[in-house]
């Protein structure tokens, strides 16, 4: 079992960055795929990027070029840093555990799940 806590949401101001981190407890994240996900007020939950327990990661196409997903299997952690903030980029940002080494972008790919943090972009 997995137990996920991410933290570094909150209010910014559109052009700034944040960084979140998504810590786990339970077992090592060596050997998962990790991701990220978030769900906008009103909207579904949505896929924002994802990362092998290697080098391989993909990226939605609204944070493409902006956000970087990263994780320190020493540490336990996976961040997700957050350049250019748009309004849009508002939601609750979710981080996902799979035990398989594969990143996925499909939200029933992975079996654990944080409680999210949240991220507001002021206009």
């Known amino acids: 079992q997995v137990q996920l806590v991410e933290s570094g949401g909150g209010l910014v101001q559109t052009g700034d960055s944040l960084r979140l981190s998504c810590t786990a407890s339970?077992?090592?994240?060596?050997?998962?795929?990790m991701g990220w996900f978030r769900q906008a007020p009103g909207k579904e939950r949505v896929f924002v990027a994802a990362h092998s327990d290697g080098i391989i990661t993909y990226y939605s196409d609204a944070v493409k070029g902006r956000f970087t997903i990263s994780r320190d299997n020493a540490k336990n952690t996976i961040y997700l840093q957050m350049n250019l903030l748009k309004p849009e980029d508002t939601a609750v940002y979710f981080c996902?555990?799979?035990?398989?080494?594969?990143?996925?972008?499909?939200?029933?790919?992975?079996?654990?799940w944080g409680q999210g943090t949240q991220v507001t972009v002021s206009s």
């Open positions: 996902a555990a799979r035990p398989w080494p594969s990143a996925a972008q499909i939200q029933d790919d992975y079996d654990y």
């Open positions: 339970g077992r090592t994240i060596s050997g998962y795929g």
